[in-house]
Each structure stands twice: as C-alpha cells, then as structure tokens.
C-alpha cells in the first residue's frame, strides 16, 4: 500500500522560506499525482499544488503561484514556499491520487500523509 511521510513545517517569519517534503512509496511503480492541500482553522480544505509522476507536469494554485515551487526528486515530492504570508497559515497535507496522470487536485486522492503545521508570523 502506499505510504506518504512528510517532514518539514514549523514557524517562519513572513517573507521568509521553508521546504515541506513527502516521501512517497512505490512513486516509480505507478501513474500517480502527488498534490499537497493545506486547511486553515475555520476554511475549507484547499488544493495547494500537484505534480505527476509521468512528466512531472505540475499545478498551482492561484494564491500561490509565483511562490510555492513543486518538484520531484525521485521518490521524493518537495513543496519550496517562499515568500511566505500569514495566510500560508495551515495544517499542509501531502496525498497521492492513483491512477491520475494529470495535475489536478478536483479528483479524489487516495492516501494522505499525517499532516505538518505551518505557522507564518513575527
């Protein structure tokens, strides 16, 4: 079954940078998107960014583009956020959805990985 770990997270002051990563089984054995969805106290979950497994095509959300980077290295899938707001402020999720072989975050994902805080303040 597959598995996501995720390590990262923690507090950083606004305008400064930090590096979430998910650490994904069986990635190489099968056609699957990896996206990272954050949820913010009192908001709906939303979809952050997504990359494939197959061509490493990639989605960003509008509130983050220009900021957040995605990137695979192998069996590891990286979320770069930079240029960090106080509204970055979430529990950040990594999750797999199998089968998926385009970067989009509107189907069901599959496995979820256990959550990291991030906390974005002065």
């Known amino acids: 079954q597959v598995q996501l770990v995720q390590s990262g997270g923690g507090l950083v002051q606004p305008g400064g940078s930090l590096r979430l990563s998910c650490t994904v089984t069986r990635f190489s054995l099968d056609y699957v998107t990896i996206g990272w969805f954050r949820q913010a106290p009192g908001k709906e979950r939303e979809g952050v960014s997504c990359i494939t497994s197959t061509d490493d095509s990639t989605y960003y959300a509008d509130s983050v583009k220009g900021r957040f980077t995605i990137s695979r290295d192998k069996s590891v899938v990286y979320l770069q956020m930079n240029s960090l707001k106080p509204e970055d402020t979430a529990l950040y999720y990594c999750?797999?959805?199998?089968?998926?072989?385009?970067?989009?975050?509107?189907?069901?994902?599959?496995?979820w990985g256990q959550g990291t805080q991030v906390t974005v303040s002065s």
């Open positions: 999750a797999a959805a199998m089968g998926l072989i385009v970067p989009t975050m509107d189907r069901p994902y599959d496995y």
